[in-house]
Structure formats: C-alpha cells, structure tokens
C-alpha cells in the first residue's frame, strides 16, 4: 500500500446557488477536509437589483412599494422602517391610530416572517411536519394582510405620515380571534420540537456564538439575544408607540442554534401579547398625518432603525431638499448577520452549515438587494 | 417624473420674477419706506443642513482629544454626529469603542456629491450597548483617497467596507480582502456614485457572461 493511501486532501466544494437548503440564490464556497469545514465564502448579489439607486431616481412616496422587496417575508417592517426615516426627515409623526394599527400589523408580520423560518428550518433538519403546521397558521396572517391591503407578501401596507388604508371592517374581530387562536398552536411546535431528541442533537452545541462576537460581527435579533445580550430596539430606542406595550425580550445563554430556536419561539408568544395590547386600544382619529402631497424634506439626513424579525433594519435617508431622495442606505440585518457564518461553522460538518444557514434567518432578496 | 418636476420647476423661478417685480412697484405704494430698493434675503433656501452644534460630555472628550481632527460635533433631527478629518475618522472610531462603550459598528456607508472637492461623505453609525446611544461619524474624503479600514477594531466592517468599495469605488487601506460583494467581479464602474446613469450597465460584462446584446 502507497503511504497516501488514507491521506485526504483538501476539497472546494460549492454549495449553491441553486440549493434548497440555501433559502434563495446564495453560493458558500466550502474549504472541507473530509466533511469537516476548514473554511467559507460567500458569494452573493445574485439577487441584486440596486434597490439604493432605484431610491435616488423616483420619489419619496414611489420607492415606499420597492423597499417590500428587499425582505420580502417581512415586508411590513421594511415599509415601516422606511416610513419612520422619511417622517423623521420631515419632522412628523404618524397619528396614534396609525402607530396602534402599524404596531398590530408589524408584529403579525414578525409571526409570520419567524413561522416561515421556522417551517422551512426545520425541512432543512429533516423535519418535515412542521412546515405544514406551519404554513397552516402563515395562512391566517396573511389572510389579514390582504383583507386589510389587497395584498399578502409585498403589502405596501403603510404610506409616508401613517397608513395606506383605514382598516377593514372585523379587522379587530380577525385580530383577536388570530390571538387567541395561535398560541396554542405554538404549544403544538413546541410539542413536537422542543423536546425531540433528533432535534436537540441536530442543533445544541451547533454555530455558537457568544455576545461579544455577535457585537464584534454586528449580528442583531434573535442571533443577538439567544446569546445572552438583551437588547431589542423595540425597548432600547422605541419607536411608533411600543414604549407603551407591556412585553418582555426573550433571551437564552447559549448562544447555539437551539437557542435561537427558543428564543424566537418565546418571540413570538411576545408578538401575540403586543397585538393583543394594542387591538384592545386602538385610538379613534386620522390615519395620516400632515404630510402634504408633493414629499419635500428639508436638506438634511437622518437615520433610524427598526427591529426587524432578523435584527436591526436601518434606512440612511439623505435629503437635498427636492422630491427625490440624495440617497437611502439600506442597512439590511440578514446581510450584516450572514458574515458571521464563516465563523459559525468553522470546524463543524457540512449538515451543521445548512442548519446555520436556516438559524440565521437570512433573506437573499434583503442580503442582496 | 415629467408631472412631478412641474412643480419644482416652476417654484424655483417664481420668488426671483415675484421679487423682481415687486421693488419698482413698491416705492410707490408706501413712499414712507426708508430703503425700498433694499433687495430681499435669497430666496433659495440654504443648500446645507440646519444642524445646530452638539454640546455633551462626550463631544467635549472627543474634541479634546482629537483636536484639530475634529471640524464639528452637531445635532439634526436630535441624531448626534461628529465631522472629522479623513484621517481622524477610524481613530475616533477606535476611541469611541475603547473609552466610551461604542462597540457596535452598525453601519460604513458613503454619499457622493460629485460637484464638490471632496467628494465623497464617508459615514460610520456607531452604537453603545451600555448607553443606548447612537452617533454618526461623517467625514469628507476626495476620490482616491484611501480611507484606513475599520476591520481590526470592528470586524463588521469587513463586508460593510467592501460594499462601499463595490459601490462606490472607496478602496480601504489595509482591509484584508477588498473584493466586489454584490456585483460581479470583473464589473466595470461604481454603481452609486451619481455620474453612473441608472439605465448604464457594463455592456461588455453583459455581452460576455449572459450572452445577450443588452441587459436593457
């Protein structure tokens, strides 16, 4: 026998674009010694669509729909954080009813946007179960979504000053009986999630983040307090009226993906208490504020972020003083939070990446742009 | 787009041919007056931000300790931010982070303005942890000039810088892998820099890779 015999030799591999497990059009070029992972890079902007220049060439009001393209499973968040950074410009605040129905709307786009990741990480463990539970109860957010706007994915469901539409008649009834409806239904994941021993195996210990590497790689969200920082920009630096909600932050210890797992569960427990709060008390009044109809900020700059399902959404609106935006920078969370894979999966097997590719939560349509 | 430059277009010329007008006919109207041909304060509203100055204890650390680095500390909106020199801007960063909580790089983004000197607006968003508190640090940069790269104290700003490189065509000294991110590699042009049209594209790129004459 040649000594070379049960030598290995380092294997490129890529992964993707066209993967399922990839949740979109993302290549991972891996460096792998037998399945074990030397190293990665990832190529991206397969999705590419200069969503930052299309900005500077329509007005304020006509990139309002674009920016539902960017994460387009939570595209109430994308329209909301870019609403609050023009009415930030212009110096006005969207009227409570509109701050109450945003609120309710946004955090029912947070359930929707965590059942989908949950739904579709779970195929990628081997899980195929939960998808369908999943979906199932996807479908009953989204049916408000297009009761309210005509529209389930790309909403547009807000305008610049406050809400696109007044809401439906029954929009209330809808709301509540989601809410009482779905936190049974967690229970239900968690039944067959939580404690399932090829669950647990598949993800503790996988992807370990700690907190100071999450604030050195500028990961947010979920990935952010299941590593033990608590921080949510909905408490830290509230916006459209959360200070008044009474909900908590979830957190977990350990920082690996069935942290995660938990903590956007418990996330979405939290949604549910927000909306409830909110539907209660939904204000009497306009739905839009003094905004005139040509959108004219003053020459100035401002940036504000949101907490989007993934993390922190920020939107760098620069004004010139006409009708169309300098510039608007996106500063999208699943973009700033992918970099971190390469340190998450160093030194694990290539099963473990798509797991940490799901746990990240990423949207290649954000990540690109 | 036709319809919404109407307004603008015709705002902009109105207050001179208002103004112009006016003069001649008031010394008559009210020959009290004692400087009727006094012209009027411009019209055009200024050009720059009405950013009042940003008076903390922390501007004050950073102007003491930077100095000269520092050209302003002021507020907008009731968003802080700090212009320094080009070569001040990674240095504040790393005082910042060090001396004053702000470990999290949250953004490296860059304006272009291509009338001007200098010019680019290269723009970090630092945030604390401890503090809750976010500022922006702005600097102006001419183009080819090298900016210091961020990475060693924030390595967020590995793919951040590389997206301002890939956009805009600012090259980070020391980054430790200065490559396109979003566009194609071998890809002609910075996209958003503003004498890049929005209809241009790299016809050779098209013509090469996706086999076709035209993206358009």
């Known amino acids: 026998m040649p000594d070379t015999f049960l030598d290995s030799t380092e294997l490129v591999l890529n992964m993707g674009p066209q993967h399922p497990s990839t949740h979109g059009v993302l290549r991972v070029i891996l460096k792998l010694d037998g399945e074990k992972i030397l190293g990665t890079d990832c190529v991206i902007g397969y999705l590419h669509r200069g969503v930052e220049k299309i900005a500077e060439n329509r007005t304020y009001a006509q990139f309002n729909p674009y920016v539902d393209r960017m994460d387009y499973v939570a595209s109430v968040s994308n329209g909301l954080g870019y609403c609050l950074a023009v009415e930030k410009l212009l110096n006005v605040e969207a009227p409570p009813r509109a701050r109450a129905v945003r609120v309710i709307l946004t955090e029912l786009n947070r359930i929707a946007s965590h059942l989908l990741w949950l739904g579709t990480h779970a195929l990628d463990i081997g899980a195929i179960t939960p998808v369908f539970y999943c979906f199932r109860e996807r479908e009953e957010a989204l049916k408000i979504f297009e009761q309210y706007c005509g529209a389930r994915l790309t909403t547009h469901a807000f305008r610049i000053g406050g809400l696109q539409y007044e809401t439906y008649d029954g929009f209330e009834r809808d709301v509540k009986a989601f809410c009482r409806m779905f936190p049974p239904k967690v229970d239900e994941y968690e039944e067959l999630l939580t404690n399932n021993r090829i669950w647990e195996g598949r993800l503790k210990g996988v992807g370990v983040l700690t907190g100071d590497e999450c604030k050195e790689y500028g990961v947010t969200g979920p990935v952010l307090r299941a590593s033990g920082v608590k921080w949510d920009l909905r408490k830290a630096q509230p916006y459209s009226g959360y200070e008044q909600y009474d909900f908590e932050i979830p957190t977990r210890e350990n920082g690996d993906t069935y942290d995660r797992y938990i903590v956007r569960m418990q996330e979405m427990r939290q949604s549910v208490r927000i909306m409830e709060q909110a539907v209660e008390a939904i204000p009497a009044g306009p739905i839009l504020g003094k905004v005139g109809k040509v959108i004219k900020p003053p020459v100035g700059e401002a940036y504000v972020s949101i907490e989007a399902p993934k993390g922190e959404l920020g939107y760098y609106v620069v004004s010139d003083g006409s009708t169309q935006p300098y510039r608007v920078r996106v500063r999208p969370p699943s973009y700033v939070n992918l970099q971190a894979l390469d340190k998450m999966v160093r030194g694990a097997l290539i099963a473990d990446v798509v797991a940490v590719i799901g746990t990240l939560d990423i949207v290649l349509g954000e990540v690109d742009r | ?216």
């Open chain 2, 1 to 216: 787009m036709a319809d919404e430059q109407k307004p603008g277009g015709s705002e902009a010329p109105s207050p001179p041919a208002g103004e112009g007008a006016k003069p001649p006919a008031k010394p008559a109207a009210d020959a009290a007056k004692p400087a009727p041909p006094k012209p009027p304060p411009p019209p055009k509203p200024p050009a720059t931000m009405a950013a009042t100055p940003w008076d903390s204890d922390l501007a004050r650390a950073v102007k003491e300790r930077f100095g000269d680095g520092i050209l302003a500390t002021s507020t907008y909106l009731g968003q802080d931010f700090v212009v320094t020199r080009p070569e001040s801007a990674v240095p504040v960063l790393e005082y910042l982070k060090l001396d004053a909580d702000f470990d999290y790089l949250v953004d490296i983004t860059a304006v272009d303005w291509p009338k001007r000197a200098e010019r680019f607006d290269l723009v970090y968003v630092v945030y604390s942890f401890p503090h809750s508190q976010r500022i922006r640090i702005k600097t102006q940069i001419a183009d080819g000039f090298e900016p210091r790269t961020a990475v060693g104290m924030h390595l967020t700003a590995n793919w951040l810088e590389r997206e301002v490189f890939d956009m805009f065509g600012i090259r980070f000294a020391g980054h430790p892998d200065l490559r396109r991110i979003l566009m194609p590699e071998d890809w002609q042009g910075y996209p958003l820099r503003k004498d890049y049209g929005i209809l241009q594209q790299d016809v050779r790129w098209v013509q090469e890779n996706l086999g076709i004459e035209s993206g358009q």
